[in-house]
């Protein structure tokens, strides 16, 4: 049977490094605040002029040097951002052109911080359908250019960093190997509890003064509510994850949860009744990268040798949308 395994990994963050500290110079906010609601103690912002693309770039050149691959054994690009580098068209095909891939397809996945796990169904879906060989999978996003730093946006800027992680992603006919399963899930019921409004097609026109000067072109949130839903549907999805491969959370060597916030991690950690071994958490140095933290926090799992072949790896995610959903992995 052909499943879908993942031949390498790849991250990449900007240089730049923001700790809590600095945001107290634009805004009402604290270390302390921030570190004890989410964990976060520091996060990485793009430079003047540093793209989604760019990031996603050099995330690739080394994943495909690990994988002993050159950029044109690439089939297929999934790229996945809330925060593309421009509304149209989308950024896969500036990765695609900085690669050298002309004809190579390129995909972009617009599902927030379920970004990966869905751009993953995509891909499993092409490969185990024999449709493309190997693709590679992009989650890159860029926050810092879109957060207002004042204190009226101070309840989201402190929460987002700039970061991409990559996979590359092919055939294995190695029995039992592979992606197992992908659970994808929406309700648009809370659309708005996790929004940007501006710039929108939506509008005419698409951007006014009235939306710079009304802070419309910030994104919004109803914490709370983004908290309650993401800590009961994780947990829901890997429960699904397990039951279809006839697994328990016993099982789980690793499990990567979308980095939000560490409280909501730690939370989902203690309704699976997993083990603090059996789970991941880097949002301490990157904040949330959204489309970008499962695959980050991935490639840091692998090169930390954390990972053994047949191991069984289990990522979750919740976000804007809502969206979320779970994958488990046989390594
Ligand atoms: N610094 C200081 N104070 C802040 C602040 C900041 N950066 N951001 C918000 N506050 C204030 C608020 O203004 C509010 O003040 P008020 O009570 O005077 O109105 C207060 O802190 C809110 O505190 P609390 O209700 O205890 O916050 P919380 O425990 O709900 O934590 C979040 C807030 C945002 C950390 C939390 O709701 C959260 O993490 N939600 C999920 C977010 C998430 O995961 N988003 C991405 C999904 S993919």
Redesign the pocket.
Known sequence: MRRTEFISTGMYVPERVVTNDEFTQW????DE??RT??GIVERRWVADGETGADMAYVATTRALERAGLQASDLDAIVYCTLSPDYFFPGTGVFLQRKLGLPGVPCLDVRN??SGFLYGLSVADAWIKSGQYRRVLLVGSEVHSTGMDLTTRG??LA??FGDGAGVAILGPTEDGGRGVLSTHIFADGTYAEL?FCDAPASARRPRLSHEDLDTARIYPV?N??E??KH?STRMPEAVQLALKTSGLTTKDIKMFIP?Q??L??AEMVRRQLDLSEDQIYNNIQKYG?T?AGSIPIALDEVVQAGRLARGDLLVLAA???GFTWGSAAIRW
């Open positions: 805004m009402d906010t604290s605040w921030i609601r989410t927030q911080c101070r309840d402190v929460l996790l949130m914490g709370k983004v908290f993401a979308h939000a916030n409280r909501i949330n959204t919740f976000g804007s």
